[in-house]
């Protein structure tokens, strides 16, 4: 059996800081996850507490890394929080918790000068910050820095958590599973440095990002799997909303390219969304055309090559730049025009090959507005985590914006006096995994490729109980084989503390991917079940069998271990 290459292999840079031998096990704070949630937190716990940033990959790989658009914050004269919250609410659907908005848009403004003061660099106008507006905005109130915001602040985040002594990065590193005490978090299991090591913690924050992979079109990058869901899922956390996904409209589609995101920027620039005819036909959907929010012109694409293509599952509608001045389209969307060009397409010369794709899941773990989820101790930030914020469609731009304010409120963040410390088993040696990864690998592998196929056919823009029931059960019968594994009896049996030495880089590949499709096996479960309870079309949830909008369910769709319920309704 051939050695399996890992689908991501970053090189750990220079410029890290990695843990000394022997490893630390114990910390005030574990952060799992190293996009802008997850930096941000870590910055803003407070400095007296040790804490340790666990990072699948780099630190530089992220989803945040690739958010292209920008950061929404009222700043503009003309504008102000309150026009941001009822943007935000209108968008949500009637899902939104007010409070939970009203906190995001009030605390925006500080956030974004906290960014500045950080040396983010903004594109500016003239001496002020320089506003672009996006789908659903009432106002111009995104800041951005060309069209790799994402990049931007991560690069500055990432310089200033190098900065700090008392954060420690674990680069490279995959957490297994939340290690608990009875229904209190006590730290994470996690693969390291050819170890299987158990980190304690007086708290978790969970920073994991979204779960795109578990779709087989997506615009995130491929160590997007729904961790920190799954994890906390397992743990008996709440989670709420699963079943409400934003397909972004436009990612690139070109045979042999990756999903690359087309940022709403470039429609609210004024490019057209055209179809082979060169007509412009989202307006026959929706009356603000390509500017009507995600999930509409989404959904408008889909409907447009149901009626129209031959092989609708495969074809594509255009993004048609060539409205906008030439010189704008360099200014502020040079790393779109890159990447065309890597690809053979001239954007001053012809329009985009765009379809829609799994770009980011509103739902996560539930929580409150110090980020605390329903497990003491154990906190989430970031798209792993639902704070209410986004209902059932999040609004352009606030992804990142929710990650600086949730993870500031981690600045108020207490901790117990007095941390037991479990006494922990002295380590061991093994040469299994490797062993056991030669005789299921396949089946492993098997699942990875088949599975995000069956869960976008399912689960993706449109939905209907039967394909949702045959799906759920084929996720079922996949869950109770995948729990057999050689492989899966030995890393779910671990002993609780005792770290293991396996000696092998190759097995803290292994079990990483084992970890990642068992996670994803998880995942999938949960949005089909939150999609096939929702009977009803809402936001990024669309039933073709429940196709309107049922004012009975104005709810949350909340998750308790295998139950599924509502919540009193939302607003009232």
């Not at 970053?10 to 410029?15: A, F, G, M, R, V």
């Not at 990695?18 to 096990?25: A, E, Q």
């Not at 925006?108 to 960014?115: F, G, I, Q, Y």
């Not at 009432?138 to 700090?164: E, F, M």
Request: aromatic share 8%.
């Amino acid at each position: 059996m051939g050695e399996y290459n890992a689908p991501t292999s970053i090189q750990i840079t220079d410029d890290l800081k990695l843990p000394d031998s022997p490893l630390p096990t114990q910390f005030d704070v574990l952060v799992v996850g190293g996009g802008a949630a997850g930096l941000y937190a870590a910055l803003c716990l407070p400095p007296q507490f040790r804490v340790g940033l666990i990072t699948k990959d780099a630190l530089s790989l992220s989803a945040s890394d690739w958010a292209q658009g920008g950061i929404a914050a009222a700043i503009a004269p003309d504008d102000s929080p309150q026009f941001h919250l009822e943007d935000t609410l209108k968008a949500g659907v009637g899902l939104c918790e007010p409070e939970a908005v009203k906190l995001l848009v009030e605390r925006a403004p500080s956030c974004v000068r906290s960014l500045v003061e950080m040396g983010v660099a903004f594109d500016r106008k003239g001496a002020d910050l320089a506003l672009t507006l996006e789908a659903a905005h009432s106002h111009h109130r995104v800041l951005h820095a060309a069209d790799t915001t994402g990049r931007a602040v991560i690069t500055t985040l990432t310089a200033q958590v190098l900065a700090r002594e008392n954060i420690q990065v674990f680069s490279q590193a995959f957490a297994l599973d939340l290690w608990m005490q009875g229904s209190q978090c006590r730290g994470a299991s996690i693969v390291y440095q050819n170890k299987f090591v158990w980190l304690q913690a007086k708290a978790v924050v969970l920073a994991t990002g979204g779960g795109g992979q578990v779709f087989a079109q997506t615009t995130n990058p491929e160590l997007s799997t729904g961790d920190g869901v799954a994890m906390a899922w397992r743990s008996g956390a709440e989670l709420r909303d699963l079943e409400f996904v934003q397909f972004h409209p436009t990612a690139l589609t070109k045979p042999g390219a990756p999903r690359f995101l087309i940022s709403e920027a470039v429609r609210g620039e004024g490019a057209h969304l055209i179809d082979a005819e060169g007509q412009r036909f989202a307006f026959d959907y929706h009356s603000d055309g390509e500017l009507a929010p995600r999930d509409v012109v989404s959904r408008a694409i889909f409907s447009h090559l149901q009626k129209t293509a031959v092989d609708p599952a495969s074809a594509n509608v255009w993004l048609d730049l060539r409205p906008i001045p030439a010189d704008k389209i360099r200014h502020r969307f040079p790393n779109i025009i890159q990447v065309c060009q890597k690809w053979g397409i001239d954007v001053f010369q012809e329009p985009i090959p765009v379809a829609p794709a799994a770009h980011y899941w509103m739902g996560g773990i539930t929580t409150n507005a110090l980020s605390q989820t329903t497990i003491p101790q154990l906190y989430a930030v970031g798209e792993n985590a639902s704070t209410g914020v986004h209902g059932a469609n999040r609004l352009a731009s606030n992804s990142l914006l929710e990650c600086l304010v949730y993870g500031a409120q981690l600045s108020l963040l207490t901790l117990p006096e007095q941390m037991p410390l479990q006494e922990v088993p002295p380590a061991t040696q093994t040469d299994v995994f490797q062993h056991q990864w030669e005789a299921d690998q396949t089946a492993i592998m098997t699942w990875r490729q088949t599975l995000p196929r069956l869960v976008w056919q399912s689960a993706g823009i449109c939905r209907e109980q039967r394909s949702l029931d045959e799906a759920i059960a084929q996720i079922e019968d996949w869950r109770k084989d995948f729990a057999m594994l050689s492989l899966s009896q030995s890393l779910l049996n671990l002993t609780q503390g005792q770290a293991v030495d396996v000696g092998d880089t190759a097995v803290s590949r292994y079990a990483r991917v084992w970890g990642e499709t068992r996670n994803l096996l998880d995942i999938a479960y949960l949005i089909l079940r939150s999609s096939a309870f929702r009977t009803e079309s809402r936001g990024g949830h669309y039933r073709a069998d429940y196709p309107e909008t049922n004012s009975d369910w104005q709810v949350h769709t909340l998750v308790n271990h295998h139950q599924w319920l509502k919540s009193k309704p939302v607003g009232h």
